[in-house]
């Protein structure tokens, strides 16, 4: 057993009265996009990297950590969901302790994608590297803790994947080399071919609760609204086709693998049907804006081009023009894990 494993769910997820050991998480383990790193690319040399403010005024100590958000990520509401720990840290930290490994990690890596042209072009960590980065986690592990903990957090652990966004934004409808050579449909099946051997090779190496993300409705974000949705900054439709259908054969890959590899559980959890109820219906959550972030003009501005932010942040559904705020997050992970957790355990 993994000690500091203490109930402090918000949504009553982590039982702590049937007795039973299925329903404890041991560690999360996170492998994606900007979406839910939490500080991994603060060691790269790469422009997607935001560890200065305005980013994390509203994390604790108000301190830019390289998350893409004002506050915690969906990383960090995971793990505080399921009273695992309070948030996730980044593989790369070299101060992290082996109560923090054990615990779980993250390799997720701001600018990557599925598309491994996606995370070459943003010179961030490909799917593949953080594959290697997790095999060289799991030494680490059996190392200093031994190897019965290794089996307990690959048996029990919950492995979330979730990217694909810049794949349609930054690649495909930005760049001739795919779109001159792909379609919706073609590009789509590369994405998920993609996603399929990352997640086999995650099973491969012993992983059995794997939760997966679907992308978010693209065309929504503020920046696409702003570049591709006219001068209403009407979402825009291609976007929002590209993601759905990605994330209809992405639904269906998971459901066949689920099938198909001995004991596994592996789910598809909604990220576009929630975001988008959200985007239209900003009241029903507690939010006022989501067609425009909170930093700069909220219209177009990431990372290092914004520079001063809206006044009241909690007003907001999108902290920049392409991630979400805090508190949107927050919604999105425990509807999620309300949703999928039964699934998964
Ligand atoms: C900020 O916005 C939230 C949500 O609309 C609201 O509840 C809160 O009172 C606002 N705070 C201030 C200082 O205006």
């Known amino acids: 057993m993994i000690a500091g ?88 930290d070299p101060t992290l302790k082996i109560e923090d490994l054990v615990t779980g990690v993250n390799f997720a890596s701001g600018g990557g994608g599925y598309d491994p042209l996606t995370s070459e072009l943003a010179s961030v960590i490909s799917l593949e590297e953080q594959t290697e980065l997790f095999k060289e986690y799991m030494e680490k592990v059996k190392s200093m803790a031994g190897e019965e903990v290794v089996n307990t957090i690959l048996s029990k652990g919950l492995f979330i994947v979730a990217t694909g966004s810049n794949d349609v934004t930054n690649t495909y409808f930005n760049n001739p080399i795919r779109l001159y050579h792909y379609d919706f ?72 693998l689920n099938h198909n590899l001995p004991f596994v559980k592996m789910v598809y959890i909604d990220g576009y049907y929630l975001p988008l109820d959200i985007i239209q219906n900003p009241t029903k959550y507690g939010f006022d804006v989501s067609n425009i972030g909170c930093c700069g003009t909220g219209t177009i501005e990431v990372a290092f081009l914004c520079k001063y932010t809206c006044t009241n942040v909690s007003e907001y559904v999108f902290w920049d023009s392409f991630h979400f705020t805090e508190n949107a997050y927050r919604i999105i992970v425990r509807n999620s894990l309300s949703k999928n957790m039964n699934l998964i355990m």
């Open 5 to 92: 494993v203490v109930g402090r769910s918000t949504t009553g997820i982590h039982s702590q009265c049937n007795g039973s050991n299925d329903s404890i998480v041991p560690a999360v383990i996170v492998f994606g996009d900007s979406v839910v790193d939490t500080g991994n690319n603060n060691y790269l040399e790469t422009i997607f990297k935001v560890n200065y403010p305005p980013y994390g005024q509203d994390f604790s100590g108000g301190q830019p950590t390289g998350r893409f958000s004002n506050g915690k990520v969906p990383s960090d509401f995971l793990v505080e969901e399921l009273g695992v720990k309070d948030v996730l840290p980044p593989y790369l």
């Open 185 to 256: 449909d073609s590009y789509t099946r590369l994405m998920v071919d993609s996603a399929s051997s990352f997640l086999q090779n995650l099973y491969n190496l012993g992983a059995r609760r794997i939760g997966v993300f679907g992308i978010p409705p693209i065309g929504c974000l503020p920046s696409q609204r702003t570049l591709k949705g006219g001068t209403q900054r009407e979402c825009a439709k291609k976007y929002n086709e590209l993601a759905e259908l990605f994330n209809t054969k992405l639904a269906m890959e998971i459901n066949y």
